[in-house]
């Protein structure tokens, strides 16, 4: 059986195209792994609390000498990274907001990198410690960021493709729904992006 996680992270609702995205390829798994189940978090619904210093002094607190404002303080984290411990697929999806990412899915992030917990340090630098699972990601943007003069300005694949992968989520495919605001591509930019799809 297939585990599969859905990380939405946009603000718009059903309308939008980074989410209509993620929902196609959901569907193109469940076609292809028909004994499957789907776990859904929705950022804009479940918001986690951006960190501050008392959430970063219990993540470094050792598990016998938490308090219980300690785990009070590391529930979200914890729950975050067993979910992503569980799947086998995460599908995350993100429109493109001045440049980058959701800052919903940028906390969401900052909750599941935790040194110690999903990557360690040594000698030979920082190893990831969530493996062999797959990654798709959906992005939306209204420009285009694959090409051109504005992929200098992409910042979301280079982005989680680095932070991903320093926890050990390395397979990672990028599909794209871009161009949803210029004139003679946006009509066809959620098609275009959904025909793109290949499960690998």
């Given at each position: 059986m297939k585990k599969i996680l859905h990380i939405i992270s946009t603000p718009q609702g059903e309308s939008s195209?980074?989410?209509?995205?993620?929902n196609a390829i959901v569907k193109k798994l469940q076609d292809t792994y028909p004994d499957n189940t789907v776990k859904e978090v929705n950022l804009a619904k479940r918001q986690l609390?951006?960190?501050q210093a008392a959430h970063i002094h219990a993540f470094f607190t050792l598990e016998e000498n938490r308090t219980p404002e300690n785990i009070d303080n590391i529930r979200h984290s914890d729950e975050a990274i067993a979910d992503v411990r569980d799947a086998d697929i995460l599908v995350i999806g993100t429109p493109v907001h001045n440049h980058g990412i959701?800052?919903?899915?940028?906390?969401?992030?900052d909750h599941i990198v935790?040194?110690?917990?999903?990557?360690?340090?040594?000698?030979?630098?920082?190893?990831?410690?969530?493996?062999?699972?797959?990654?798709?990601?959906?992005?939306?943007?209204?420009?285009?960021?694959?090409?051109?003069?504005?992929?200098?300005?992409?910042f979301v694949e280079p982005y989680?493709?680095?932070?991903?992968?320093?926890?050990?989520l390395t397979d990672i495919s990028v599909f794209r729904a871009?161009?949803?605001s210029i004139p003679g591509l946006k009509d066809s930019a959620l098609e275009k992006g959904i025909n793109s799809i290949v499960l690998n």
């Open positions: 195209y980074s989410l209509q995205l993620g609390p951006q960190l959701t800052s919903t899915l940028k906390t969401w992030i935790r040194a110690g917990i999903t990557f360690k340090y040594d000698e030979n630098g920082a190893e990831g410690l969530v493996k062999g699972k797959k990654v798709y990601i959906a992005v939306a943007s209204g420009g285009i960021y694959s090409e051109g003069p504005y992929q200098a300005y992409d989680l493709k680095a932070i991903l992968g320093l926890i050990g871009e161009g949803t």
